[in-house]
């Protein structure tokens, strides 16, 4: 049994749980590393991306692809 790919909704519904998630952590790494300083909006923003990357690839590309292969080598 094949799944649907993901509709352009769930994707965008998806994504944007994501970038909250990352800027939340962002948040809380950053500011609980440094504190407020000069360069805090740059080091956030790189926080940022960084978690949002990872995430996002781990959610969107790293498990659907393992569990895919897992299934196939189980004969599900």
Do not use: C, E, H, Q
Not at 28 to 55: H, M, N, S
Not at 62 to 73: A, C, E, L
């Amino acid at each position: 049994m094949m799944k649907k790919p993901l509709s352009a909704r769930s994707l965008k519904r998806r994504l944007l749980l994501i970038a909250i998630i990352s800027l939340l952590l962002a948040s809380a790494l950053v500011l609980y590393t440094f504190g407020f300083f000069d360069g805090f909006l740059v080091a956030w923003f790189r926080a940022f991306l960084v978690f949002f990357t990872l995430i996002s690839l781990t959610v969107l590309v790293i498990i659907p692809g393992v569990s895919y292969g897992v299934n196939r080598i189980a004969g599900k």
